[in-house]
């Protein structure tokens, strides 16, 4: 039940890791292979629960700091084969009696060594299926996840408790990365009716070549964190500088969004900074420039900020109360109309999987992916 109640925090805890990671997860494919599959979203994520479901069974539970400050056991154990020796002095196997096996199975010195090989034979599958390395790499790389726990005891949890909370066995160290290696082993077996990491990789390269509506929003959140981090640069220096200001919000709009969203992308071919991480760029079959410049001009500087004038509608009208209401709704119904029709536009699209929306169409443009698939890539285990 220990052990369950484990898995059980490792589960509770994952939804926030998930989340914590899946911009840079998206960020990753995107850019790699232009899109992000459902069985390669499967594996990635399967794994990072692996390894927290791992991680909380061997740091869980927690005892309180004052049972642990009072702790008189072993910092460390660094005799290899202990767990040997144990295991023929306290239980009750005998090789020749099968009837001791079962009881042998349920007791500690059993039970311990085999959860440490056990527990990371899924390091080794995932190791040699999806990552693909080597007998040699996984090796190493067990061998560095079971020091990291291990290390992670001895410093009693980074530095929390005043001492090692458990033991430091070399055992450990032994028996968790023979498990990667078992892993490894049995990695063909376990996964031979799993698609290959080939075939996960070519189907990413083909989807990727269709430039999805959520690849498109990732980017334009990157431009406008950046634009953001930029503006508060400039700004901090600006007042550093003791600078006169001058302008307003509409004004401080048009600059920056005229000069990142505009002027920037006609530059440099139909980039952006987010548009480059994530590998797109705008393109038209003609008058590039121009149609490019019209394009980000709607988008930028008609669509977006009609979403801003229906909000400012809808104040003015809730300040005015009864006086010139019917103005006010009429105002509010046409302020509100581009909003509705491009949001409508965009659900459509989305759930049709159109490439282009409205302005696109009328401006004669496009996102582009510039990912390109690196060669065949075989679609059977070997």
Known sequence: MLYLDNII???????????????????????RFGALTFWRSLVIYSFIFYLLAAYCLIILPL??????????????????????????????????QPATYLATLKQAATIQPLFNIVLTI??????????????????????GLTLFFELTQLSGLYGIYPRPYRLFD????????????????????????????????????INGQKVGYLRRLLALGIDYCLLTLIGMIVTAIWRLLKLPTFGNDVFYYCLENGLYFVLLPVLWRGQTPGKALLRLKITAENAIAWRIFSRQFLLFFIILPSFQLWRITIDALVASGQTHLDIYLLLGGLAALPPVLFTGNFLLSWLFKKPQLFYEKLTKTQEMSLVQPQGEHPLKNN
């Open 170 to 205: 070399v055992d450990d160290l032994l028996l968790n990365t023979s498990g990667g290696l078992i892993g490894f082993g049995l990695a063909p077996l376990l996964t031979y009716f799993l698609p290959t990491r080939d075939a996960l990789d070519q189907a990413a390269y």
């Open 9 to 31: 925090t490792a589960a509770t805890i994952f939804p926030f890791v998930a989340i914590a990671l899946t911009i840079p997860v998206l960020i990753y494919h995107y850019r």
């Open 122 to 143: 899924p390091f080794g599958v995932y190791l040699r299926y999806f990552f693909r390395t080597s007998f040699k790499q996984t090796l190493l790389l067990s061998f």
């Open 63 to 96: 005892s309180p700091k004052s049972v642990v400050a009072h702790l008189t056991t072993p910092r460390y154990n660094l005799m290899p084969f202990t767990f040997v020796r144990e295991f023929i002095n306290t239980t009750h196997w005998v090789w020749n």
